[in-house]
């Protein structure tokens, strides 16, 4: 079992650089896929980023693709994600996910969920 715990929200201005880090317990951290994925008020929750056990195969959503950077250090088990030139439209809440199978957009294959941290970008 995964226990992970999300930190380094905040509110920023438009073109601003945030960094999320993502705390696991466990000692089976390095074998978990992990992810992010945002929901902002009255929408449904998003894939935002992934990457898998090794840190050698990341996927990110369409729209933050160049601007987010998703990384993983297993001895430290941790997962961080640095987001850099932010829009207003980023801002949501921010979640850490574990995945046993493997990296995916789908919230459907993780099985182990954060509570979350606020991004907020102003304009």
């Known amino acids: 079992q995964v226990h992970v715990v999300e930190s380094g929200g905040g509110l920023v201005q438009a073109g601003g650089s945030l960094r999320l880090s993502c705390a696991a317990s466990g000692r089976t951290f390095g074998t978990y896929a992990m992810g992010w994925f945002r929901q902002a008020p009255g929408q449904e929750r998003e894939f935002v980023a992934a990457?898998?056990?090794?840190?050698?195969?990341?996927y990110y959503l369409d729209s933050v693709e160049g601007r987010f950077t998703i990384s993983r250090d297993n001895a430290k088990n941790t997962v961080w994600l640095q987001m850099n030139s932010l829009k207003p439209e980023d801002t949501a809440v921010y979640y850490c996910?574990?995945?046993?199978?493997?990296?995916?957009?789908?919230?459907?294959?993780?099985?182990?969920w954060g509570q979350g941290t606020q991004v907020t970008v102003s304009s």
């Open positions: 990457i898998n056990w090794s840190g050698t195969s990341t």
């Open positions: 996910a574990a995945a046993r199978q493997r990296a995916a957009t789908s919230n459907k294959v993780y099985d182990y």
